[in-house]
């Protein structure tokens, strides 16, 4: 199992899934790592997630094997299962996308482990919206985490939700317990490549890995219009992470779910599903957790 530097009460530990969208581009891998490396957490698998075909068609199992090459580079395949998720999107709001990572979710919240149960979701929502069109029981048995959807009140464009517009619809409309940290508050999480060259690189296998990954990501996408400029990225899963450390008590709004139209427009119509939608992540506290934990663990 993994070994941590410092541990905590058994009764403040929590049941943790992370569903992802691994291969999609860079920040996944940081997120996950911050993840397998926090006491907090007892990770009960990771789910790969498609992320569309617009650049492939074998998305989820890219993803897949992205995160069976994070787990080699820390010596955890045989301590963490990973499962896969849906190929692609719903293909409406009523006919589950059944997988190996929806039956997850249905068999973890239906247990009787008594630690609360969260899923982070760091692209689609596909297998949370599966597995509670197959299983409606599982609303009430754990809380989603979702980096997607564009700002509040009228919505834009946003990547994770576009990949699966209808399991965001279905998940909206359901009871389930969500966090949403959407576009305009994830994409505050920046970071530059010298910061990353002394933080993470030096710390390990993963640590060299991390950093080449996006120096390398950043290089293919330098010509694209709209990425990143250049020396900087932004690490816009790692929030998921960090407000299951600390939940940003004064950073989040419940606001009423909106629908959500076909261009990703969002349209206001009731008052009574209200989600926990954030509109602040502290950068400093996610980004230095995860660097002191890369160092604790791999300087011991």
């Not at 069976?68 to 190929?87: A, H, R, W």
């Not at 596909?126 to 980096?147: F, H």
């Not at 576009?162 to 409309?173: G, L, P, T, W, Y």
């Amino acid at each position: 199992m993994m070994k941590h530097l410092f541990d905590i009460p058994e009764g403040k530990k929590i049941r943790l899934i992370i569903n992802t969208d691994a291969k999609n581009e860079a920040d996944d891998q940081f997120a996950i790592v911050h993840a397998l490396l926090t006491p907090r957490f007892n990770i009960k698998g990771i789910i790969a997630a498609h992320f569309g075909e617009r650049r492939t068609t074998t998305s989820m199992q890219e993803s897949y094997d992205e995160v069976i090459n994070v787990l080699e580079l820390m010596d955890l395949t045989q301590e963490v299962p990973v499962f896969k998720g849906s190929e692609r999107a719903l293909p409406d709001e009523e006919t589950p996308s059944m997988s190996e990572g929806a039956e997850l979710i249905i068999r973890e919240s239906l247990s009787d482990d008594p630690k609360p149960l969260y899923v982070i979701f760091l692209g689609p929502i596909t297998d949370l919206a599966a597995a509670y069109l197959k299983e409606p029981a599982i609303a009430n048995r754990l809380t989603a985490v979702w980096i997607g959807g564009g700002q509040w009140p009228e919505g834009e464009f946003e990547f994770n939700l576009s990949n699966d517009i209808n399991a965001a619809n279905v998940i909206f409309n359901s009871n389930i317990p969500l966090w949403l940290i959407p576009k305009d508050v994830y994409a505050t999480i920046r970071v530059s490549i010298a910061e990353l060259a002394v933080r993470v690189k030096p710390y390990g296998k993963v640590g060299a890995y991390l950093y080449q990954q996006l120096v390398d990501f950043n290089l293919q996408m330098g010509e694209v219009p709209g990425w990143p400029k250049g020396e900087m990225w932004s690490l816009g899963d790692s929030p998921a992470v960090s407000v299951l450390l600390d939940d940003h008590e004064y950073g989040y709004e419940m606001k009423p779910a909106p629908r959500i139209t076909n261009d990703m427009q969002y349209v206001h119509g009731q008052s009574e599903r209200l989600i926990r939608w954030y509109h602040f992540i502290d950068s400093r506290f996610t980004l230095e957790d995860m660097y002191a934990k890369l160092q604790l663990h791999f300087s011991s």
